[in-house]
Structures are given as C-alpha cells and as structure tokens.
C-alpha cells in the first residue's frame, strides 16, 4: 500500500496564477484533509470531506476550493495563488465506522509551495 | 482561539536526557489525546495517544501523562537519542470532530 500520496511535491507558482493540488490515499478511507504547515503555526485545517461528494471548511479555508469527486481523491485548488499561501501543503486520511470515530489520521508527505 | 498550547516551542536534550514537552487543553469534551511525530521533509505520523479516563501511556521509550483535573498531558521520551531529533504535535478531538493541534515543539538531540 502506497498510504497517503500527494503531487507535486514542489511547486513555484506566481501571484494570480491557479494550480490544483492532488491528494490519493489507497486504504479506503472515509475522512480526508488538508493542512497547511507554517513555522511557528502548527498544522491549520484548511477543509475537510468526511466522504464522497462532501467536502467542509476548516480553520483557514479562504483562497482555498477542494473537491471530493472520488472516495479515493482530494482535491485542493488555488484559484488566485498570494503570496500568503506560501506554505507546506498536507494531505491526510482516516478512517470512520460507527462507534469508531476517526481518531487517527495518516498523513502524506507534503507539497511544498512558493507563491512569488 | 488556540484551543490546545503547547511548550516549549523549542527544546535541546542531550544524548541519554529525558525531553519533556507540555500541552493544556480548554475544551473538557476532548476525549483522545494523541501526539504526532514529524522528521525534516516528513508528513506527522502517530506517535502514541491517550484517553482521558488514563492517567499514563507508556510505549518504549515514549510515555504520556495525563492530569485530567488540571487539562494537561505531556510527553516524555526516556533516554533520548539523535534520532528522536524531530518536530512533536500534540492535538486533542472530541467525537467525529476535526483534531486541534499545537503549534509544535522543535526537539534537537545532541549526540
């Protein structure tokens, strides 16, 4: 099992530019998620999907749109990249069953993006 | 509003110390506590977790405590090593909520 897989793992975008960022996770998965990591931040939420076709806003959603067309698939996109959303992008998994709430998350490796 | 702090922000240990990293929480509904591990480069991984009907975890050298009447936990590494060098989260959730993380503590080990 591959787990948690985004692309790309390095991108260079300039102000006003759009890129989509792609998140798989191959362990069947209900809940997916996307972070942004900055020094001295922590890890902020910027949306969620807790299935298909659902998706939810997180702690710091703005600029940001995602998409949950696949259960396998998440999609986080950048329709106007700033300067601001410089940052370490991850995407994360878990799993969900009633009575079993979704505790532990896995993580993929990151996305490292400069908005010049 | 940060809902669970963490400290310190940055923490140096020598080879065969104990580090000790410190987080309070507000929220009296969290009811699993975990810690997240990330290396340089890395995305987090689980680390270890507790619930708050526990007072201790112990996994290897990694050991969480939990002071349920004062809404703090911690984590100690035993015997630190080079290779514990790495970014600690502690985070809390409640139900099928969102995990609330910490900012993160910097451990460095010096061999």
């Known amino acids: 099992n591959a787990g948690v897989t985004q692309t790309p793992k390095f991108r260079v975008l300039k102000t006003g530019q759009s890129m989509t960022l792609l998140c798989a996770q191959d362990m069947n998965h209900e809940y997916m998620y996307w972070y942004r990591q900055d020094p001295g931040m922590g890890l902020r939420l910027i949306h969620y999907s807790v299935g298909e076709g659902t998706t939810a806003k997180g702690e710091v959603p703005d600029g940001y749109n995602v998409s949950r067309l696949k259960k396998q698939n998440f999609l986080l996109g950048l329709e106007s990249a700033a300067p601001s959303q410089t940052s370490v992008y991850f995407c994360?998994?878990?799993?969900?069953?009633?009575?079993?709430?979704?505790?532990?998350?896995?993580f993929g490796p990151g996305t490292r993006l400069t908005v010049t | 509003q940060q809902q669970v702090k963490q400290s310190p922000q940055s923490l140096i240990v020598q080879k065969g110390g104990i580090s000790i990293i410190n987080c309070a929480y507000e929220n009296t509904a969290f009811d699993y506590f975990p810690w997240y591990q990330q290396f340089p480069g890395k995305g987090p991984a689980l680390l270890i977790a507790i619930r708050p009907d526990v007072s201790e975890k112990k996994e290897g050298r990694f050991t969480i405590s939990f002071n349920k009447s004062a809404k703090q936990f911690s984590l100690h590494i035993m015997d630190s090593q080079p290779g514990d060098s790495a970014t600690y989260f502690c985070?809390?959730?409640?139900?099928?909520?969102?995990?609330?993380f910490g900012k993160g503590t910097m451990l460095l080990v010096s061999p």
């Open positions: 994360a998994s878990s799993q969900a069953r009633p009575g079993h709430p979704p505790y532990e998350q896995y």
């Open positions: 985070a809390a959730v409640t139900g099928y909520s969102t995990l609330t």
